[in-house]
């Protein structure tokens, strides 16, 4: 050892302890360096992963922000829908009753018309009735007055007393039967057709007496005005020759009817009338329904009598009826 001390010259040994002491120092730095290097890998590991912890946490957030926000959108956009389909619905509600206001403004206006045209019609009605009561009493009156006259204007009087009665009689039915009162009622045994009543009379009779026939059933002998009611009667006479309401007592040759109108439609025989014979002033239907003028006085074995039809009332109108003032007893 000491001879390694003393040459002098071997330097290695010291070099070698400063190497290695060297080496240590460098060992140390390295170690040292190397665990800063790991201590701030570590450090960054975990920043990083900290981060892309908050990040992730960050996102998940997000996520369902996005998602509740959508969530609400959704909602309100439904809302909005139903709030959109209820206005819609509010303002068909709304039209709706506008026009169901309007309709029923239109049927109130209706109805007060309707009102109104009844209240008229009744006035209309009422005055009618109260006329047709005037012109009766004045007929009446005038009846009374006729009592004073001569035959000859008695006759006269009674026979345009008669055609009044008649008219107002008629006019009496129309007036009812345009305010919807049947007027089709007929006594018993006697056959309805249109506006009258007939009554097909059986036994040998004179003119003059089929006449007082009927008028004793308070009717007159038939007057025939239409083709329609010359068929019903056809229809009815069973092929008899029957006595009508046809005459030209007054002046030979203007025939007239005892219901007091003129000779209108006509159904003669032909070759009729001819006043044959000692004079022929009656008219007569043959069996075929066809008229003739015969002698008065003969008899024939039918007769036909009319009457205006009665009008059912359901509640008495007024103290006039068609046949008079008072009303007729049917049964
Ligand atoms: C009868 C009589 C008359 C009628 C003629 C027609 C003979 O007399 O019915 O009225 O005109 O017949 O031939
Ligand atoms: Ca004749």
New binding site residues.
């Given amino acids: 050892m000491e001879e390694n001390e003393y040459s002098g010259y071997w330097e290695p040994p010291r070099k070698r302890c400063c190497c290695a002491r060297q080496r240590t120092q460098l060992v140390l730095v390295g170690l040292l360096s190397t665990a800063m290097w790991a201590g701030l890998m570590a450090l960054l590991l975990l920043w990083h992963w900290e981060t892309e912890k908050n990040l992730k946490q960050l996102g998940d957030t997000a996520i369902q922000n996005v998602s509740r926000i959508t969530k609400d959108l959704q909602k309100y956009q439904s809302n909005q829908l139903a709030q959109k389909s209820q206005a819609v619905q509010m303002s068909q509600n709304l039209q709706e009753l506008q026009a169901e206001q309007k309709q029923m403004k239109g049927q109130d206006s209706q109805l007060s018309q309707n009102l109104t045209q009844l209240q008229e019609d009744l006035i209309d009605v009422k005055s009618q009735n109260s006329e047709l009561s005037q012109n009766l009493n004045r007929l009446q009156e005038d009846l009374v007055d006729v009592k004073s006259l001569g035959l000859n204007e008695k006759r006269k009087a009674s026979d345009s007393l008669e055609k009044i009665q008649e008219e107002v009689a008629k006019l009496w039915i129309e007036i009812l039967m345009s305010k919807g009162t049947p007027c089709n009622k007929c006594p018993k045994n006697w056959l309805h057709f249109q506006q009258k009543c007939y009554y097909f009379g059986k036994g040998s009779k004179q003119w003059i007496q089929a006449r007082f026939a009927c008028s004793n059933l308070e009717g007159r002998l038939v007057s025939i005005h239409s083709q329609k009611e010359q068929d019903f009667l056809t229809q009815h006479i069973n092929k008899r020759d029957s006595w009508i309401g046809l005459q030209d007592l007054n002046v030979e040759g203007e025939f007239v009817w005892a219901d007091g109108s003129p000779v209108g439609y006509s159904n003669w025989n032909p070759?009729?009338p001819?006043n044959?014979?000692q004079g022929?002033d009656c008219g007569m239907m043959r069996g075929s329904g066809q008229w003739?003028?015969?002698f008065c006085r003969s008899y024939l074995d039918a007769w036909v009598c009319e009457q205006l039809a009665t009008c059912e009332l359901s509640a008495p109108v007024a103290s006039v009826s068609p046949t008079g003032p008072t009303p007729r007893n049917e049964s």
């Fill in positions: 070759g009729e001819n044959g014979g022929e003739n003028d015969a």
